[in-house]
């Protein structure tokens, strides 16, 4: 998935018109070749440290973990997992996270629709979550743009930082009944609209 996207730049004299760049930004699967660029990336984004297991865990994952390009230059990273609890098959994003300097160019956006699309092709996918630390107002405001909602508040979840705590967003789907429960339902509780 590639877009296109123009910036423009503002000039510094009045008098100009504001300069125009093209830039390029795509997602790229994550490699034996380029793992190292993503721990990089996760080291300078996340204020949390990833174990080896995880990384390794990753590179099995396919399209559940993706890199972010700006221009050929790796900027961002998805990194998600199908977690299968309460009866439920949720998709968790345990990272999405953009370089700071290469953020308001979509690449949050694409990574996002990116895997709202694994939850849709899927089909069996009741929602998808993840942890925010409750002070990253500008996280909390780009997940809820896309439906996503504080559920609940994990107290101590970043062991580490301050504050320590965490707000659960999560974004359901409404998924069609299957025949079994279409099947249960009685005719005396289908109205006809019309």
Same mark, same amino acid.
Request: one cysteine or more.
């Given at each position: 998935? #590639?877009?296109?996207?123009?910036? /423009?730049?503002?000039?510094?004299?009045?008098?100009?018109?504001?300069?125009? $760049?093209?830039?390029?930004?795509?997602?790229?699967?994550?490699?034996?070749?380029?793992? $190292?660029?993503?721990?990089?990336?996760?080291?300078?984004?996340?204020?949390?440290?990833?174990?080896?297991?995880?990384?390794?865990?990753?590179?099995?994952? !396919? /399209?559940?973990?993706?890199? +972010?390009? &700006?221009?050929?230059?790796?900027?961002?990273?998805?990194? &998600?997992?199908?977690?299968?609890?309460?009866?439920?098959?949720?998709?968790?994003? %345990?990272?999405?996270?953009?370089? +700071?300097?290469?953020? /308001?160019? !979509?690449?949050?956006?694409? %990574?996002?629709?990116? +895997?709202? $699309?694994? &939850? /849709?092709?899927?089909?069996?996918?009741?929602?998808?979550?993840?942890?925010?630390?409750?002070?990253?107002?500008?996280?909390?405001?780009?997940?809820?743009?896309?439906?996503?909602?504080?559920?609940?508040?994990?107290?101590?979840?970043?062991?580490?930082?301050?504050?320590?705590? +965490?707000?659960?967003?999560?974004?359901?789907? $409404?998924?069609?009944?299957?025949?079994?429960?279409?099947?249960?339902?009685?005719?005396?509780?289908? #109205?006809?609209?019309?």
């Amino acid at each position: 998935m #590639t877009n296109i996207i123009n910036i /423009e730049k503002l000039s510094d004299e009045n008098r100009k018109p504001p300069k125009t $760049k093209q830039v390029k930004i795509e997602l790229g699967e994550l490699t034996q070749h380029n793992i $190292k660029q993503l721990k990089v990336l996760n080291r300078d984004i996340f204020p949390v440290l990833y174990n080896e297991k995880f990384y390794k865990d990753l590179l099995e994952s !396919g /399209e559940l973990c993706k890199l +972010a390009y &700006c221009n050929d230059i790796v900027v961002g990273t998805l990194c &998600c997992r199908f977690d299968l609890s309460d009866n439920r098959r949720r998709l968790y994003i %345990m990272t999405l996270g953009v370089l +700071a300097k290469y953020r /308001e160019l !979509g690449l949050g956006t694409l %990574m996002l629709k990116h +895997a709202l $699309k694994i &939850c /849709e092709d899927d089909g069996n996918v009741d929602s998808i979550y993840l942890h925010v630390q409750i002070d990253n107002y500008t996280a909390l405001s780009f997940y809820k743009k896309f439906g996503f909602e504080i559920v609940s508040k994990a107290l101590d979840y970043y062991r580490r930082l301050e504050p320590s705590d +965490a707000y659960l967003l999560e974004r359901k789907f $409404k998924k069609p009944l299957s025949n079994e429960q279409i099947s249960t339902i009685s005719p005396s509780t289908i #109205t006809n609209v019309n």
